[in-house]
């Protein structure tokens, strides 16, 4: 059973940075948080928490306080393929909303399909703004030779839709009848196509992080053609609604 608490100390700072440099791989190079900020913070009354399988950590996240009664959840990382990650984010939205807080917000790549599904099916989150090359270059072993582009995402915590995620029940978000495919996976490469229907779906790669190294120029295409079109369409005033499919963003008109 996945525990998961506050971190207070030094040393447990410590084994937060020897998990995020097992996930991201920075080496030498910027960790995504230092351990005294992250002790900084905790003392600071921010969010610092860990997931523990046993005595193991197998999951951390670290947030800050930011304006209009949120919290900005900075970096989360966890072992994939067990839970660990929707455990944080509930810990996460129980422990804002017990300081009266109304959102979470946080940043991802918008190319990471698990992640999308995860934030948007899943936690019920909604993308705000496409926020292109955000964090400047990368030289971790995850986002090497990419460029930066973050979704800014927001998690409204008493909204109906998050309340039933979080209680474990299902909400589905279908595809309308007439949507139209806006940017389309076609043998592994990005197509686009029309943009005027009322809901278009833009499609993302099966696995970025792989086309990295094995295919940089056509995870480059992906790069750009996402941005163009997912980052175009919002600029315009589209909402991101959903994700289907495990594959697909659902953007409608506002």
Same mark, same amino acid.
């Given at each position: 059973?996945?525990?998961?608490?506050?971190?207070?100390?030094?040393?447990?700072?410590?084994?937060?940075?020897?998990?995020?440099?097992?996930?991201?791989?920075?080496?030498?190079?910027?960790?995504?948080?230092?351990?005294?900020?992250?002790?900084?913070?905790?003392?600071?009354?921010?969010?610092?928490?860990?997931?523990?399988?046993?005595?193991?950590?197998?999951?951390?996240?670290v947030g800050f306080l930011a304006a209009a009664n949120?919290?900005?959840?900075?970096?989360?990382?966890?072992?994939?393929?067990?839970?660990?990650?929707l455990e944080l984010k509930l810990h996460q939205r129980?422990?804002?909303?017990?300081?009266? #807080?109304?959102?979470?917000?946080?940043?991802?790549?918008?190319?990471?399909?698990?992640?999308?599904?995860?934030? #948007?099916?899943?936690?019920?989150?909604?993308?705000?703004?496409? #926020?292109?090359?955000?964090y400047g270059v990368m030289e971790d072993a995850v986002?090497?030779?990419?460029?930066?582009?973050?979704?800014?995402?927001?998690?409204?915590?008493?909204?109906?839709?998050?309340?039933?995620?979080?209680?474990?029940?299902?909400?589905?978000?279908?595809?309308?009848?007439?949507?139209?495919?806006?940017?389309?996976?076609?043998?592994?490469?990005?197509?686009?196509?029309?943009?005027?229907?009322?809901?278009?779906?833009?499609?993302?790669?099966?696995?970025?992080?792989?086309?990295?190294?094995?295919?940089?120029?056509?995870?480059?295409?992906?790069?750009?053609?996402?941005?163009?079109?997912?980052?175009?369409?919002?600029?315009?005033?589209?909402?991101?609604?959903?994700?289907?499919?495990?594959?697909?963003?659902?953007?409608?008109?506002?």
């Open positions: 059973m996945i525990e998961v608490r506050e971190l207070h100390e030094m040393a447990e700072f410590e084994r937060v940075h020897a998990l995020f440099d097992g996930i991201w791989g920075f080496g030498s190079g910027d960790p995504p948080i230092t351990m005294e900020l992250m002790r900084a913070l905790s003392h600071a009354g921010g969010y610092v928490a860990g997931a523990f399988d046993g005595d193991r950590l197998a999951g951390a996240s949120t919290l900005h959840s900075h970096v989360t990382g966890a072992a994939a393929g067990h839970g660990i990650g129980r422990w804002a909303l017990e300081r009266g #807080l109304e959102r979470i917000t946080w940043t991802y790549d918008p190319l990471v399909r698990r992640n999308a599904h995860f934030n #948007l099916a899943k936690l019920g989150a909604r993308p705000l703004e496409y #926020l292109p090359c955000f986002n090497q030779g990419d460029e930066s582009d973050r979704l800014l995402t927001e998690w409204p915590l008493a909204d109906p839709r998050v309340a039933a995620l979080a209680r474990r029940e299902p909400y589905d978000t279908p595809v309308p009848e007439g949507a139209a495919v806006a940017l389309a996976d076609v043998g592994g490469r990005p197509v686009a196509g029309p943009v005027d229907a009322d809901t278009v779906l833009v499609a993302v790669p099966a696995d970025i992080e792989g086309l990295r190294r094995t295919d940089p120029g056509t995870a480059k295409a992906w790069r750009h053609a996402v941005r163009d079109v997912l980052g175009g369409l919002m600029a315009r005033g589209r909402r991101v609604t959903g994700f289907c499919g495990k594959s697909y963003y659902r953007v409608e008109r506002a």
